[in-house]
């Protein structure tokens, strides 16, 4: 029997609340393949950040249901409706969560500093003029500002301060986000990261990007080796080289 997911059927709605797309399947198919690692991981708290209709982090919940010690769950959203949709999804399904509207995790911060265990975000990628982010409504969930990018940058130093040591971060970008250059400025920090999926559409190519904090008895999040030291290395060759060929093929 295949693991359970949030049923589309079951997923809420309303006019203002980004509904679930291409984006939020690749992250939750991100989750899928990471399964088994998310199980042995036994995360104690689990955070969406921007969970608009509930999608994601239900479906967190059920791939997670048990099968851990019952982590304990937090799902944010800048959009009052989006938190209210998400609860509405999350009791449908018989999963719960700790729902707070607000911008990314403010309020949350001091609280949950160096504890989350497990992070996803699908954040608002799309490139668009500055003026366009953070607005209400429905545009808070996709507008960007440039290159995509305004919202993301803001988010990355949170998640760094909310992981735990043995924190995961999922994370979805656009091609136009340049994922190379977050990567890099991940690694400055001390992160290793993974591509988990790839996926081209008619309009756009989206990256799921799994970080973790890099130590040398963590490898590949999570998968011990033989040879701490060099298989990061390998696996930031590998990252590069996907991303590097796929800015050049975006840039043609």
Known sequence: MPPRIAQIRLVKSHPHVYAP??????????????RKK?????????????????????????????????????????????TRVTRETLEAHGVHAEIVTTNIASGLEKRL?????????????????????????????????????????KILPVADNLL?????????????????????EMRD????AKIVVQRSTEE???????????????????EAGSTPKSAPQRGWDFIFSQLSRLSFREMR
Request: aromatic share 10%; hydrophobic share 40%; with cysteine.
């Open 204 to 222: 756009e190519t989206l990256h799921v990007i799994k970080f973790w904090r890099e130590f040398d008895n963590q490898v590949d999040g999570g």
């Open 189 to 192: 920090k001390g992160y290793g």
């Open 38 to 82: 998310l199980i042995d991981h036994n995360p104690t708290i689990c955070m969406e950040v921007g969970c608009g209709s509930g999608y994601v982090i239900t479906s967190l919940a059920l791939i997670l249901k048990s099968e851990s010690n019952s982590p304990h769950f937090f799902a944010t959203d800048i959009n009052p409706h989006a």
């Open 113 to 153: 500093a160096g504890m989350v265990d497990v992070m996803v975000v699908n954040p608002p990628y799309v490139p668009t003029p500055e003026e366009e982010v953070g607005g209400g409504g429905l545009s808070a969930a996709w507008a960007g500002g440039e290159n995509g990018r305004s919202v993301i940058d």
């Open 21 to 34: 797309c291409d984006d939020s399947y690749a992250l939750v198919d991100a989750l899928l393949a990471d």
């Open 164 to 184: 735990s040591d043995k924190g995961w971060l999922y994370m979805l970008f656009l091609a136009a986000n340049d994922p190379l250059q977050i990567c890099l």
